[in-house]
């Protein structure tokens, strides 16, 4: 019943799913990149990627435990994630960058050639069919569990490294109103995306007794984008997984805990009526 629910409620404010898979059927297949001396100005920028490292450093008292990882996520229904490889270009250096076979996850090395050269961030993949994250995680948490401090610092590393690249005048994502990380994740127009595991039912808030239950309009990107808007969304394909948390609002500790309800697990059993 909840996978039922779920889906009732995203098909009813979404229109893009045919469209999506017709999309699918017409996507060329995933090209490798042949790296020259100009680099495909969409490649994320090295120096940029470094100073959301930076800033993670300086503001890692919102997660003290947590390390930093980026990811690589799927944008478009046709890019396949398998064997993706990842290299820092300049003008006269290459640096292979690993990427773990799991998750798609990687630890940028810094070098400073790279950076004098201004260097790229390539993959063996079309930049725009797939979605660039910072990823902080604070080990030892319940699972299907974040804190909303590591959310905080993805933020602002985030924005700081420059991987949303949401550019389309008819999305309202991050508006030149809205363009440093301090402005983009602490108002709540900031509409920084976050995304699960899986397709998501529900996210909770929990801090101490205090508890709250996400509201629809933050699930699912708000329910609010056309097919026009969503080729500029880094949502694309992940529409299901995506949720907004209240990373502006101070009276969430950091240390309130986030915790989903995933579409494809069972609903809770109902409880047995009383006997007479």
């Not at 990427?99 to 996850?105: I, M, R």
């Not at 509409?191 to 039912?201: D, G, H, I, M, Q």
């Not at 329910?223 to 101070?250: K, N």
């Amino acid at each position: 019943m909840r996978s039922l629910i779920g889906g009732a409620l995203l098909l009813s404010s979404l229109s893009c799913l045919p469209w999506a898979a017709a999309q699918e059927a017409a996507a060329p297949k995933p090209q490798t990149v042949t790296v020259t001396s100009t680099r495909d100005p969409v490649d994320k920028s090295y120096h940029k990627m470094i100073r959301g490292m930076e800033r993670f450093e300086r503001q890692h008292a919102l997660a003290p435990q947590a390390t930093l990882r980026f990811r690589l996520l799927p944008r478009l229904p046709s890019v396949d994630m398998r064997g993706i490889t990842l290299k820092v270009v300049g003008d006269r250096i290459t640096v292979p960058v690993p990427v773990a076979a799991d998750d798609n996850s990687f630890i940028l090395p810094r070098n400073e050639q790279a950076l004098r050269e201004d260097a790229a961030v390539i993959a063996n993949r079309k930049t725009t069919s797939m979605t660039w994250r910072a990823q902080v995680t604070t080990p030892g948490l319940p699972p299907a569990t974040r804190r909303l401090g590591d959310l905080r610092l993805e933020c602002l590393v985030g924005v700081e490294a420059g991987l949303v690249s949401n550019s389309s005048p008819l999305f309202g994502w991050i508006s030149n109103a809205l363009s440093s990380p301090e402005q983009v994740c602490n108002s709540p127009d900031g509409n920084f995306l976050f995304f699960t595991e899986r397709p998501v039912f529900s996210v909770t808030l929990r801090a101490g007794a205090r508890t709250e239950i996400l509201p629809f309009r933050m699930l699912y990107a708000g329910g609010e984008q056309t097919r026009d808007m969503l080729d500029y969304c880094d949502c694309q394909v992940l529409l299901d997984r995506t949720y907004y948390a209240p990373i502006w609002d101070r009276s969430w500790p950091d240390d309130t805990l986030v915790s989903f309800e995933y579409m494809d697990e069972p609903a809770s059993a109902p409880a047995a009526e009383a006997q007479p």
